[in-house]
């Protein structure tokens, strides 16, 4: 199968030999030196010298950590969202109370920073502004650069940013740009198991932290802190996965951070080349488009569903749908951890054939 | 190694060899097939018709998950604690918000059914009941045959299981004994890695769950509920370990349930002994003892650091120590999922080379 999905991504086969690995107290010293390496891997490719924690949560679990932490019940909080995950990030955030100011821009574009000076002018009472990186759900990836710039910058305000689809796979130098909290996900381009989120913490979100009166318990990060101090994680982690994202981030280092951001640029770019040449439409503004999914509009006439059963059954592809309002509208093709050219090759042959199936059939019914 | 700690537990070659399934799309037709193949096997285990949540987290997460789903803040609470985890339930609910009565009994032993009548006279306004199952820091079985008799049967009011160290390995019928919310974690007796956690809710526990008020997201059963109609988590899932807990309910319902429960029952029996003969003081009191995990006590004069020192290097068994207050004071051998009579007599025969060289030494020293 050739999972094109913006993750689970497929797991290359030192990663799934890593899998089948014994189990181990996860008091003793097998686990102090699994999560230490996989530690010190993680804090290279956010390069950053920031505490890193490990949490056996999805990339959600991670998004209600950096919300649960850092904020109080009533609390005014900017999110910036550009999709569904900077969406899902203002219903946690008004789940536990926090007063969100939520600045939204249409789906498929990006932040503009002129709109986050402004809201960040607006809103003096506002400690902590939340950025996605790239929108897994458009193919958006924002000018975190320049967005922090303005957050950080000019305004000093604390920074959060959902890393989750971009950390490893494109530039994010979370100290370089000054990110306070950022996050990230094992299924993603760390050629790893879904199952594990990782969050960066610095000492200023520290001091946020001890501040934060919301409630939390399983996501507790100063729990989580003063565990990995002694090399351990507060409740049971996820072994198994531990054990993929560590022989992932083996993979990564070898190749070079700076290979693996080159090789996820190049392929993005393949990729939306592939679907132009197919007279396909981007579903991201171009110049923001991201290099670890691309987001195509569904064709007029052309069924979603239809489209994606012949691409997986007679190609043994699979591709992601929309989610939420997109469904039905765009189709997405995850490019990011273990990828080459020549899958996203096969990816772009097999939409080909699929819409001439699909539109000769709708013909031949019609 | 022969690990013997009360989870992460051993796990078989078939399980192993299942982990190392490439990955899939979790929202494609392969892990509807995989969510439901688990979820029927751990409503055999679970003896029960309920809806089964299977959650990303360790066990630490199911108890955030009941007692956020099912309680609201300032809900006076009963909580019934013989441990560590129990006392964990009493921190979660009242980081919560919760108005926690905690009635606690003294660590070795087992919940009185008189005092849980008393407090229950005591305390007409709670609805809900708290109680662990087994409790994995002490080595103790409460008889939750009888105590659910009291809750459930005189009191009618809603009884929240902590299952994660008894459900598969020992009987816990939770139909039949009426526990309307259960738990369990993939890392005890299911011969599964670590990183999910299942939960049993039944209707009256649904009924709750609309009511309670306590903020929750990632942790939210009822969006776990509505995505498992569709065969999907409400987040990306740990797909490798779900492989890994596919494979070890394979081979619990190949073995049979009530066979997996006998064999479970005599080596506990027979780890109790082995601990007399040599002896050894047990930690719980002999009626309640767990079949799942036994606590002992550390002999005068010995130090649990020496000891468990030698029976590692020289044995190649890891077992675990005593947690909180009974560091340093206990010590557990954990006998749940993949475990025979020949491992166990292997922990004896450590634990036996262990204490002569240890005491030797100390004697040469004094």
Redesign the interface.
């Known amino acids: 199968?050739n999972?094109r999905?913006p993750?689970?991504?497929?797991?290359p086969d030192p990663v799934?030999?890593a899998?089948?690995?014994?189990?181990?107290?996860?008091?003793?010293p097998e686990f102090a030196e699994l999560i230490g390496v996989v530690t010190d891997g993680l804090k290279t490719a956010f390069e950053t010298s920031n505490d890193l924690l490990v949490l056996?949560?999805?990339?959600?679990?991670a998004l209600?950590a950096a919300v649960t932490n850092v904020l109080s019940p009533g609390e005014r909080t900017l999110v910036i969202t550009i999709g569904v995950f900077g969406d899902r990030v203002v219903?946690?955030a008004t789940?536990?109370?926090a007063d969100v100011v939520r600045l939204g821009f249409p789906y498929g574009s990006a932040a503009d920073p002129d709109k986050v000076h402004e809201a960040l002018r607006a809103e003096p009472s506002v400690n902590t502004v939340f950025v996605t990186h790239n929108e897994t759900s458009t193919g958006v990836t924002n000018d975190l650069e320049a967005l922090a710039g303005i957050i950080k910058g000019e305004f000093n305000k604390m920074l959060v940013v959902d890393g989750i689809s971009s950390i490893g796979s494109i530039p994010c130098p979370v100290d370089a740009w000054g990110i306070d909290v950022a996050m990230s996900?094992s299924?993603k381009g760390w050629m790893a198991?879904?199952?594990l989120a990782m969050v960066s913490v610095n000492q200023r979100a520290w001091e946020a932290v001890e501040k934060a009166t919301?409630?939390?318990?399983?996501?507790d990060l100063a729990r989580a802190r003063d565990a990995a101090a002694k090399d351990q994680t507060?409740?049971?982690?996820?072994?198994?996965?531990l054990y993929?994202l560590r022989a992932g981030l083996d993979l990564m280092l070898a190749e070079g951070l700076g290979n693996v951001h080159q090789r996820h640029a190049r392929i993005g770019a393949r990729t939306r080349e592939l679907v132009r040449e197919m007279g396909l439409e981007l579903f991201a503004d171009p110049s923001f488009a991201s290099d670890t999914v691309t987001a195509i509009k569904v064709p007029q006439g052309v069924e979603w569903k239809a489209l994606s059963g012949h691409i997986r059954e007679q190609h043994d592809v699979?591709l992601?749908?929309g989610q939420g309002s997109l469904s039905g509208k765009i189709f997405r093709i995850g490019h990011l951890g273990w990828v080459t050219d020549d899958e996203i090759d096969q990816v772009a042959e097999s939409i080909k054939s699929a819409l001439a199936a699909v539109r000769g059939s709708s013909v031949a019914a019609g």
């Open positions: 199968m999972l999905v993750g689970p991504t497929p797991l799934l030999d899998l089948s690995g014994q189990m181990i107290n996860h008091r003793g056996t949560c999805s990339g959600t679990g209600e219903e946690i789940a536990y109370g996900g299924q198991p879904p199952g919301i409630p939390r318990f399983y996501f507060p409740w049971t982690p996820g072994i198994t996965a993929g699979v992601a749908g």
